[in-house]
């Protein structure tokens, strides 16, 4: 007979394991590897046809006002926001490839545009 508090810990293991997110979840790459890297020193992945080494998220740190935009691709795997605030928060994420925008959502939006064009 099992105890509630083994239950509970199989519960909670059942639950992480078949969780959506999480760094025990195995994420298909975003696409093919290529060798070459990006201007900025990212690996390129061939998606759908189109190479790309990184795809940017815009996430509010304050509404409205502060935002941080960051990719949101790292090892080929595509991250969700909360992952890649945390990977931040963490220093985990080179500074030069993120950005704090003090504006609006469409501030964010050109100035993920400007990063773009300069990849």
Do not use: C
């Not at 199989?10 to 890297?37: C, D, F, H, I, M």
């Not at 390129?44 to 795809?55: C, I, T």
């Not at 815009?58 to 949101?72: E, G």
């Amino acid at each position: 007979m099992s105890s509630p508090k083994s239950n509970h810990l199989l519960n909670a293991l059942v639950n992480r394991a078949t969780s959506k997110t999480g760094p025990w979840v195995r994420r298909k790459p975003v696409g093919k590897y290529t060798t070459e890297k990006s201007s900025a020193g990212r690996p390129v992945y061939l998606v759908n046809g189109e190479r790309m080494s990184e795809q940017g998220v815009s996430i509010p740190l304050h509404p409205d006002h502060a935002w941080l935009n960051a990719p949101s691709i790292h090892d080929g795997k595509r991250l969700t926001e909360d992952e890649v605030k945390k990977r931040w928060r963490e220093g985990k994420i080179n500074e030069s490839e993120w950005d704090i925008i003090l504006g609006d959502r469409l501030d964010t939006i050109e100035a993920s545009k400007a990063r773009s064009d300069k990849l």
